[in-house]
């Protein structure tokens, strides 16, 4: 008997609850499963104007000045740059998670293989919400913006201008509908045709942003550069000042992440995708502080215009007809970020799709373009409609924590994949008992050296369907062999470093859950802060010292970039995400919450039991190679 006793009983019903929010899939599992592939057509080139046409949005067209006026002044420029430092964090561990699982369905697909399909399900529905109400938001920006052209929101065209329900209340947004429809009628073209027009759109932007800082600087050397020399000097709201524009520009390099979105469809994923997120952050970075650097030069930072810093700081020097040209940098900067947040979506239904979690109608490929066209119109129309009939723009922070849930297990998922990787693989219990035979006649069956993982006994033996299937495979009596001395010390290893990162992260709670209760008691928040500030230290220190595995070399994909400063980078990540995730506040987490009992609903009743690793078994990883080695040994 495999489990004996009370405790066997209790052990198994643990785990036919619970199992399944454990169980991880494997880092190939697509090819493994035969689903077909997505076309592998985008370069480097590519995946920068993807990634800086997703990240510059026409925030900073408007947020410099609030930012610039109520937290940072001229000190906005640093801001700017610790802002893309800390972006920076979540983008170097992205990078080795995309060379490594070269997937579709970025944060959702690593979470999934790292800490388990029950996390994995909450990353991928809450970038759902990301980017379904990301694009409505952007899509209803473009509007006013575009109505500059037409004299005002008064001459736009019927169609196209914003109208009131009679009766109901609700404004609609026509434009914003078919813009939306045009991005996706664009991306079902083909991914090669999207990144092009992308490319074109955001070199627009870009060229926008150069005129700004060119002839900024010109009229600030001109000048004098008035908005430095203020008796306030640089910092006029002190360094806490500084820290929280930090806070608020963070969001402005949210956007990289659709790159590895994408990595099923890059040409060389090793290679392209580390230069691509790394290359399109730098040039948002440089951009943003540029940019920032000269409007505050040319206008001190308390008479910006809230609403328009740019166009009003050129007018401010009798130059309004800049402001066309800047308004073209807007309407471009919001269509650019409205493709990227389009684009990601349907791949991420998709790859939940493929895994069982949501129906295989998501997970069709057409046949001639090569992309998930199925999923790209659904996605597509619903965001078209959302945009339509409602204004999203109460609902901006929930678009946050999408993201910032994302970043934070993705750095969790670093530490897990150089600590403690998965060892063992999924295996479809048809595949074990059919290449079982194969295996006994060539001496090396199953039983002699394959320890089943008791999430995947769990999910298998307590199958209603497959009772029948559990007998056979309990007939094998398992034979564990004597460990060695180093096969121990490796187990206690793993064991420690596991126990270490759940500790760092429950420190991070701690400490940063601590810091924005201020409504607590001070004595409490003070405690509450030295205690997580302990646990964190201490479980830093002990990762540092915990030699990393072995076998991180070759998990995944090996030959890619390798994250630096492990486990350093990652805990800093995982904290700063942490806090932010925190601060967004009550109003933002009781509308948040909202979608995730929905999200709970669908999976507990429709994902967990249709999940592809339902009836799974664990072996080691070693042993999985050859399993499939055989089977396909026999199929030929």
């Known amino acids: 008997m495999i489990v004996q006793g009370g405790d066997g009983e209790r052990e198994r019903g643990w785990f036919r609850e619970f199992g399944s929010l ?31 046409g997703a990240t510059i949005g026409a925030g900073v067209y408007i947020l410099i000045g609030t930012v610039a006026r109520e937290q940072a002044g001229p000190a906005l420029v640093i801001s700017l740059f610790i802002a893309g430092i800390a972006a920076a964090l979540s983008a170097l561990c992205y990078a080795e998670l995309a060379c490594r699982c070269p997937s579709a369905g970025s944060a959702y697909h690593y979470t999934y293989i790292c800490i388990g399909e029950g996390v994995a399900w909450l990353v991928g529905w809450s970038l759902i919400l990301e980017y379904t109400i990301g694009a409505s938001a952007v899509a209803r920006g473009i509007t006013p913006n575009l109505a500059l052209f037409f004299g005002g929101q008064d001459n736009l065209p019927s169609f196209l201008a914003r109208h009131t329900l009679p009766g109901l209340g609700v404004v609609v947004d026509p434009c914003a509908a078919v813009l939306i429809i045009l991005i996706t009628l664009l991306l079902c073209l083909g991914i090669k045709e999207s990144s092009t027009v992308q490319s074109i759109v955001t070199t627009v932007n870009v060229s926008v942003m150069l005129f700004i800082i060119i002839v900024g600087g010109y009229l600030g050397f001109k000048t004098g550069w008035v908005g430095y020399e203020l008796p306030s000097g640089y910092f006029p709201y002190g360094v806490n000042g500084m820290f929280s524009g930090s806070a608020i520009v963070f969001f402005s390099y949210i956007g990289f992440d659709s790159v590895t979105s994408t990595a099923e469809e890059v040409k060389n994923p090793q290679r392209d995708l580390p230069i691509g997120i790394s290359t399109a952050l730098a040039i948002c970075c440089v951009l943003y502080m540029l940019v920032s650097a000269v409007i505050v030069g040319l206008v001190p930072y308390y008479a910006l215009n809230p609403d328009t810093p740019i166009s009003s700081a050129f007018s401010s020097y009798g130059m309004e007809w800049a402001v066309y040209i800047i308004t073209t940098g807007a309407v471009t900067a919001l269509f650019s970020s409205l493709l990227g947040s389009v684009l990601p979506q349907p791949r991420v239904f998709m790859a939940m799709a493929r895994d069982g979690l949501l129906p295989s109608f998501f997970s069709d490929i057409h046949r001639s373009t090569q992309i998930p066209l199925k999923s790209t119109i659904v996605t597509g129309l619903f965001a078209a409609v959302l945009a339509f009939f409602m204004d999203v723009s109460q609902l901006a922070g929930m678009v946050s924590v999408g993201t910032l849930l994302a970043f934070t297990t993705v750095a969790v998922s670093v530490l897990i994949i150089r600590y403690v990787p998965p060892d063992e693989v999924p295996i479809p219990t048809s595949l074990l008992t059919s290449v079982d035979p194969l295996l006994r006649h060539s001496g090396d069956g199953i039983e002699e050296d394959v320890t089943i993982s008791p ?24 034979i564990i062999k004597e460990e060695t001395k180093e096969q121990r010390s490796e ?138 080695r055989t089977h396909a040994n026999h199929l030929a």
């Open 22 to 52: 454990i169980r991880r899939k494997q880092v190939d599992s697509v090819h493994y499963r035969g689903h077909p592939q997505l076309a592998r057509k985008l370069s480097a080139v590519d995946l920068v104007g993807i990634g800086v």
């Open 455 to 478: 999430v995947g006994l769990a999910s298998y033996s307590y199958n209603n369907d497959l009772h029948d299937k559990s007998d056979v495979l309990l007939e094998h009596p398992l």
């Open 491 to 628: 187990k206690s290893r793993r064991k420690l470093a596991a126990w270490t990162i759940s500790l760092l992260c429950i420190g991070i709670l701690i400490v940063t859950g601590s810091a924005a209760a201020e409504r607590c008691p001070r004595l409490l928040r003070v405690t509450l802060f030295g205690v997580g500030v302990v646990i964190l230290l201490c479980s830093i220190i002990v990762l540092a010292c915990i030699k990393q595995d072995d076998t991180r070399h070759t998990f995944g994909h090996s030959g890619g970039f390798a994250c630096p400063f492990v486990p350093f980078l990652p805990a800093a990540c995982i904290l700063i995400n942490t806090y932010l995730l925190i601060d967004l506040g009550v109003a933002t987490w009781l509308r948040v919450s909202v979608w995730l009992l929905i999200g709970l609903l669908i999976y507990l009743f429709y994902g967990r039991t249709h999940s592809s690793l339902l009836n799974a078994i664990y072996v080691p990883s070693a042993r999985a190679d050859e399993i499939h």
